[in-house]
């Protein structure tokens, strides 16, 4: 396995998940993607490990980016409270299930794109959002999905959420 991509929109309002993210290998692409995330920190752009609790970190290693710049300590809290929470456990799951290969949690890493809005105020839906986000990724990503004909079949009918209206 070397990159493997999933992405999945959860939720509405303010706490609206949004979730993108690659999984593969320690020693190809992802790898060092995940290296450099975990090394190269920016000022509102707090990087940091998916853990289920402190020295519980899951597998495969997951780093967790931000996908806005993080404005104010509410903001930071919620990254590092529910997110990396909803994150964690998702991906615990994920390999619990089967969706990740128990036997490659090891060799595989994960990095994860997480938005959180800087006017988001309902913690339950930040992680509720975010779990299912993370979960759906995983099984996007490890599934192949969407498919190419899958892709070409939505091409003329889909339906973004914030296209605006033209």
């Given at each position: 396995?070397?990159?493997?991509?999933?992405?999945?929109?959860?939720?509405?309002?303010?706490?609206?998940?949004?979730?993108?993210?690659m999984i593969?290998?320690?020693?190809?692409?992802?790898?060092?993607a995940f290296?450099?995330?975990?090394?190269?920190?920016?000022?509102?752009?707090t990087n940091?490990?998916?853990?289920?609790?402190?020295?519980?970190?899951?597998?495969?290693?997951?780093?967790?980016?931000?996908?806005?710049?993080?404005?104010?300590?509410?903001?930071?809290?919620?990254?590092?409270?529910?997110?990396?929470?909803?994150?964690?456990?998702?991906?615990?799951?994920?390999?619990?299930?089967?969706?990740?290969?128990?036997?490659?949690?090891?060799?595989?890493?994960?990095?994860?794109?997480?938005?959180?809005?800087?006017?988001?105020?309902?913690?339950?839906?930040?992680?509720?959002?975010?779990?299912?986000?993370?979960?759906?990724?995983?099984?996007?990503?490890?599934?192949?999905?969407?498919?190419?004909?899958?892709?070409?079949?939505?091409?003329?009918?889909?339906?973004?959420?914030?296209?605006?209206?033209?």
């Amino acid at each position: 396995m070397s990159l493997f991509v999933g992405e999945a929109l959860v939720g509405d309002g303010n706490e609206v998940a949004h979730i993108d993210l690659m999984i593969g290998s320690k020693t190809g692409p992802v790898g060092i993607a995940f290296a450099n995330a975990l090394s190269t920190q920016s000022e509102g752009h707090t990087n940091l490990l998916a853990v289920l609790e402190p020295n519980v970190a899951v597998k495969p290693s997951t780093v967790m980016i931000t996908k806005v710049t993080l404005k104010g300590f509410k903001q930071v809290v919620q990254m590092f409270g529910p997110a990396q929470a909803a994150v964690a456990k998702a991906v615990a799951d994920a390999v619990s299930e089967g969706i990740i290969p128990k036997d490659q949690a090891e060799d595989l890493v994960c990095v994860c794109g997480v938005f959180i809005h800087p006017e988001a105020e309902d913690d339950e839906k930040i992680y509720n959002y975010n779990y299912e986000a993370v979960k759906q990724s995983l099984v996007n990503a490890m599934g192949g999905k969407p498919t190419a004909d899958e892709m070409i079949a939505k091409k003329d009918s889909a339906a973004h959420p914030f296209k605006g209206n033209f």
